[in-house]
């Protein structure tokens, strides 16, 4: 996971606001695989290597279901660490009747899935960046059909024991009201453009094909999520170092962004209200 340590900026854990905490936990260890790291009465932190939160799930008093056509999360990507673990996957959810879309990114293969609350989730492998093409400082990305039979047969009697040890959360892809104020947002934290696709970019730190992506599919001015939504409560940003941190928060005050610091976490908001703790890697 050569991205997704210093030192690059990359994505941590996800916090989703959900309906029923009991249902949503039940299908993330159970269908998802994640183990429970943390369990509260209204919340619970999963994780995949048994220390590292990847995904917070927090029920509040009053929660509405999620809201369509709204800024905020498109999914979440769960990145594994072989190509034999996305053919252990595959197998696993066939078995459980868990529908499916599936691509072949050219950089990537990848699973698509919903989970209860209608919160998409992305579960795929990387291909060896040094196969990835790469021209003027943007990288060839697809959406072409996964082969399943090849990727089945990467993982050979391979049976799936839950998410794999070295799973991070690869990326998170967001929906957004206008994608040049977002752009310019994440810019600011440290992210540069890498592809475009139509009304969607595709941002990374380092030459990855991409940490961000963000998109008007819900449409152009598509408006914040009420308050209590369920839907993505925050997710967070993982700096280098505390320079880099502080720098990409000035960069933020300088285009007039919301910035705040709470419990000594920073917090800011991207310009369509999509939540983000910046916090330094351990």
């Not at 940490?211 to 914040?224: D, E, F, L, S």
């Amino acid at each position: 996971m050569e991205f997704h340590q210093r030192p690059y900026i990359y994505t941590g854990e996800v916090q989703l606001n959900v309906t029923d905490l009991a249902k949503l936990t039940s299908f993330y260890t159970e269908i998802i695989g994640f183990s429970i790291l943390e369990r509260e009465a209204q919340k619970v932190v999963l994780t995949a290597d048994g220390y590292t939160p990847l995904l917070i799930l927090e029920q509040s008093e009053v929660v509405l279901t999620k809201e369509p056509r709204r800024t905020g999360l498109y999914h979440l990507a769960l990145l594994l660490p072989t190509r034999a673990d996305l053919g252990a996957a595959i197998k696993h959810f066939s078995r459980n009747h868990i529908p499916l879309g599936a691509s072949d990114h050219q950089v990537s293969e990848a699973l698509y899935l919903s989970d209860p609350d209608g919160n998409g989730i992305e579960i795929y492998c990387d291909r060896e960046s040094g196969t990835w093409h790469w021209e003027d400082n943007l990288v060839t990305m697809s959406t072409d059909p996964l082969d399943a039979r090849a990727v089945v047969e990467e993982s050979g009697d391979q049976e799936w024991n839950g998410l794999p040890t070295g799973t991070v959360m690869g990326h998170i892809h967001l929906h957004v009201a206008d994608l040049q104020k977002a752009k310019g947002f994440y810019e600011a934290l440290g992210f540069s453009v890498v592809s475009r696709y139509p009304q969607a970019l595709f941002m990374s730190n380092g030459n990855y094909h991409h940490h961000i992506a963000v998109n008007t599919w819900n449409g152009k001015n598509a408006p914040r999520p009420s308050e209590g939504s369920a839907g993505m409560k925050a997710f967070t940003l993982i700096y280098p170092n505390e320079k880099t941190l502080q720098k990409a928060v000035g960069n933020v005050q300088e285009i007039e962004g919301d910035v705040q610091q709470v419990d000594a976490k920073v917090i800011v908001k991207d310009p369509s209200g999509n939540r983000i703790v910046l916090r330094v890697g351990k």
